[in-house]
Every structure is written in structure tokens, then in C-alpha cells.
């Protein structure tokens, strides 16, 4: 069994230009509500030359997206290089990132609330579509090494999308991490633990058992939610 993953090691390594100025535009953006009013303004207040800033990204909205792909990436890097990641199923696997990912969220979570806290699965912000993108990469591994161990089941084109509804999956996480009140979040433990168990029998068309139980977990949670102002 998959336990709750503790906070991804860190590496040590000098960060890279983009790092430095993605993580002082964050912090921009945390600190004032809105991202630098300009490159100009934003270089100046960081100490740089724009020839620097431009070097790096050819915008400041670049720069937010660069900043979740590399946060996302940095997850996965992590949790896959866990001394047992490679004895891990392909449902393991799943569970210790979506762990990972949530223990990360916990260093991230004034700003993943500003920035994502009033948004749906509805919604489709371009500040993700790096992450999205990094994101869908990790789950098209996961899926070919489930089918190849024979967790997921084989449904020809239908399969290209599952990449797409595991990133969906995690969007619904973050979404119920941002709404959750409970102590510890345990909450969120739990959502995880059981929308994992009943994507993964989706994906070996076992449905019906897991359907239910995800059902009788989330009706009480939808009803306290959903009476919040």
C-alpha cells in the first residue's frame, strides 16, 4: 500500500535564470494580487536588465506558466525517484504522486488559493498549460506501463484519452484540496485514496463497486461545500 508521501527532497543545485525570475514574479503576484505592471517595472525592482528577462521568456505571462510546469515537473522528478517506485503498480504510482502533490500544495497553498481557488473543471486557465502539458506527459507513461501490466485495459483510440482524464482527475484534487477544511486534510487523503481506486477500476472497466463507494464518501462533503457563501 501506497502511504502518504513526505515532502519531495530538495536538490540543492543553483537555480537557473528563469527560476530566479519566475519565483520573484510569483512572489510579486502574492504579495501585491496582480503580477509586475510591466517588464521594465519588474526588472528594475529585481535588479536585472530586460535583455536578462527577455532572454529568458518572451512575456510576463510566460513566466506564470513557466513557474507551475517547473513546480509540477519538480513533483514528479521527485516521487519517481523513490527507491520504490519501479515495484510500484501503475495505481501506485498514481497514488504516490497525487500524495506528493498534495504535501507540495501545502508550501503553495495562499497562492494556489488565490490563483485557482475560485475556478471549476469548467474553467481552463492559460497559466496552467505548461503544467497541463508536463502533467499529460507523466500520466501517458503511467497509462502505457499500466496497460503493459495489464491494470488498464487496451480500447484503442479511446485510450489516447485517458492521459486527458487523469489531468482532469487532478484538477478535481486540487479543487477539493482548496475547499477542504479538515484537520490535516485528511479529507483530501481520502478523496485521493478514492477517486484513484475508482479511476483505476474505470480504466479496467470494473465500475460499479467503487462508483457506490465514492458516492456514499462524497454526497456529505458536495452538501457541506456547496452551502458555503
Known amino acids: 500500500m501506497v502511504k502518504k508521501s513526505s515532502k519531495p527532497s530538495k536538490t540543492g543545485k543553483k537555480k537557473d535564470p528563469r527560476s530566479i525570475i519566475s519565483e520573484a514574479y510569483m512572489a510579486t503576484l502574492q504579495q501585491e494580487g496582480h503580477g509586475p505592471v510591466s517588464v521594465h517595472r519588474f526588472c528594475e525592482d529585481l535588479g536585472i536588465g530586460e535583455k536578462d528577462f527577455y532572454m529568458a521568456f518572451p512575456n510576463l505571462d510566460a513566466v506564470e506558466k513557466h513557474f507551475w510546469k517547473a513546480w509540477i515537473e519538480s513533483i514528479v522528478t521527485a516521487v519517481s525517484a523513490g527507491k520504490e517506485w519501479r515495484s510500484f503498480s501503475a495505481k501506485e504510482r498514481h497514488l504516490a504522486f497525487l500524495f506528493a502533490f498534495s504535501g507540495e500544495a501545502l508550501e503553495q497553498r495562499s497562492l494556489l488559493e488565490q490563483r485557482f481557488g475560485k475556478i471549476t473543471l469548467l474553467c481552463n486557465p492559460s497559466s496552467l498549460d505548461g503544467l497541463k502539458s508536463s502533467l499529460k506527459d507523466f500520466a501517458g507513461d503511467l497509462i502505457q506501463y499500466g496497460m503493459e501490466k495489464g491494470e488498464i485495459a487496451h480500447r484503442g483510440a479511446l485510450g489516447n484519452f485517458y492521459p486527458e482524464?487523469?489531468?482532469?482527475?487532478?484538477?478535481?484534487?486540487?479543487?477539493?484540496?482548496?475547499?477542504?477544511?479538515?484537520?490535516?486534510?485528511?479529507?483530501?487523503?481520502?478523496?485521493?485514496?478514492?477517486?484513484?481506486?475508482?479511476?483505476?477500476?474505470?480504466?479496467?472497466?470494473?465500475?460499479?463497486?467503487?462508483?457506490?463507494?465514492?458516492?456514499?464518501?462524497?454526497?456529505?462533503?458536495?452538501?457541506?461545500?456547496?452551502?458555503?457563501?
Do not use: C, M
Open 165 to 229: 482524464v487523469l489531468y482532469i482527475h487532478w484538477r478535481s484534487v486540487l479543487e477539493y484540496f482548496l475547499k477542504d477544511e479538515s484537520q490535516g486534510f485528511e479529507r483530501t487523503d481520502a478523496f485521493i485514496e478514492k477517486t484513484v481506486e475508482f479511476a483505476f477500476d474505470l480504466l479496467r472497466t470494473q465500475a460499479i463497486d467503487s462508483a457506490a463507494d465514492l458516492v456514499r464518501f462524497l454526497l456529505p462533503q458536495l452538501a457541506h461545500f456547496g452551502g458555503r457563501n
